[in-house]
T-cell receptor, first 112, second 112 residues
Framework: GESVGLHLPTLSVQEGDNSIINCAYS??????FIWYKQESGKGPQFIID?????DKRQGQRVTVLLNKTVKHLSLQIAATQPGDSAVYFC???????????FGKGTHLIIQP | DSGVTQTPKHLITATGQRVTLRCSPR?????VYWYQQSLDQGLQFLIQ???????AKGNILERFSAQQFPDLHSELNLSSLELGDSALYFC???????????FGSGTRLTVV
């Protein structure tokens, strides 16, 4: 994943609009990717995952796209709601035992 | 409630002291992972245990250690604490050792 830093990118969208959060990963051997949502004072909450043998996966109001050629992952949130305001992290993992490598989070702000 | 329980939620201690953080995984999960989240380093993987045995190590300092007990709960021991150890410490669990991570709500450690 991206190196983690102090300054989080911020994405501000209008309530009801679609949001797209992007993530670049660095390990071409990673075969499993997860998007997490973290609200203030809480732990990361699983949103959706995708394995490297897929390029798209859909959940409820969310879609993850994986482009292995350019090592890019995106999370699309449809019809954003105030409750979607949070920091979103992508995480990657290479097969076998080990922990997740988290990318730099993106702070999603929903404007009324 | 994610099913992963961490105690205590908050901990304030002095430099040089030792603390123990506790994690109970989701029912049925055999793997426990520890992560540290600080402002300047983001979410960093520390260590993983699987069914009582150490499985993988990440960026864990020598002053830190962990173990997983027969009932599968885990403890993270932090000793000779320094101001820079102040962070959120998260535990996650998964059924095996590769997929399906669920995070707890974390322990906020403040070293003064």
């Amino acid at each position: 994943g991206e190196s983690v830093g102090l300054h989080l990118p911020t994405l501000s969208v209008q309530e009801g609009d679609n949001s797209i959060i992007n993530c670049a990963y660095s390990n071409s051997a990673s075969d499993y990717f997860i998007w997490y949502k973290q609200e203030s004072g809480k732990g990361p909450q699983f949103i959706i995952d995708i394995r490297s043998n897929m390029d798209k996966r859909q959940g409820q109001r969310v879609t993850v796209l994986l482009n292995k050629t350019v090592k890019h992952l995106s999370l699309q949130i449809a019809a954003t709601q105030p409750g979607d305001s949070a920091v979103y992290f992508c995480a990657e993992k290479e097969g076998g035992a080990d922990g997740l490598t988290f990318g730099k989070g993106t702070h999603l702000i929903i404007q009324p | 409630d994610s099913g992963v329980t961490q105690t205590p939620k908050h901990l304030i201690t002095a430099t040089g002291q030792r603390v123990t953080l506790r994690c109970s995984p989701r029912s049925g999960d055999l793997s426990v992972y520890w992560y540290q989240q600080s402002l300047d380093q983001g979410l960093q993987f520390l260590i993983q245990y699987y069914n009582g045995e150490e499985r993988a190590k990440g960026n864990i300092l020598e002053r830190f250690s962990a173990q997983q007990f027969p009932d599968l709960h885990s403890e993270l021991n932090l000793s000779s604490l320094e101001l820079g150890d102040s962070a959120l410490y998260f535990c996650a669990s998964s059924p095996g050792d590769s997929y399906g991570y669920t995070f707890g709500s974390g322990t906020r450690l403040t070293v003064v």
